[in-house]
């Protein structure tokens, strides 16, 4: 594969898991979406990442801060915060040690705010292209 096709993969897994989130959210299983809705997060960056280095195979891992600071994309104190807090869903909702804790905080509120905030976010980042 290319180096575009490459990103157009993950643009457009990215954007499917975004449509698969908020399904998942209509569904009730609140803290599944936001797990989903990381994911959508990830590979967004993985995007940037492809794009801004020389090898087209991403880093493994989930935590958005670190494929952030790989790529040329700048963020502010508060996105990286938010990047941060949005990596732990991934942990949170794999791990049966974290699992029942986070679907306890995973309300119906608590899921939309953040499935919203992440939309938001990857709008504002896909500006960046």
């Not at 794999?94 to 905030?117: G, H, I, M, V, W």
Request: one cysteine or more; charged letters at 30%.
């Amino acid at each position: 594969m290319t180096k575009q096709e490459h990103i157009e993969y993950w643009l457009s897994t990215s954007k499917e898991d975004l449509e698969s989130a908020f399904a998942i959210f209509n569904s009730g299983k609140y803290f599944w979406s936001l797990f989903v809705a990381q994911l959508t997060l990830e590979k967004l960056l993985k995007v940037f990442w492809v794009r801004d280095n020389d090898t087209n195979f991403p880093p493994k891992t989930h935590d958005l801060n670190k494929i952030a600071k790989e790529t040329n994309l700048s963020f502010i104190d508060a996105d990286k915060v938010f990047l941060a807090e949005v990596s732990a869903f991934n942990i949170e909702a794999r791990y049966p040690d974290y699992k029942k804790k986070f679907s306890e905080r995973c309300t119906q509120d608590f899921a939309n705010k953040y499935l919203f905030e992440i939309k938001e976010f990857i709008e504002c980042t896909l500006k960046k292209m």
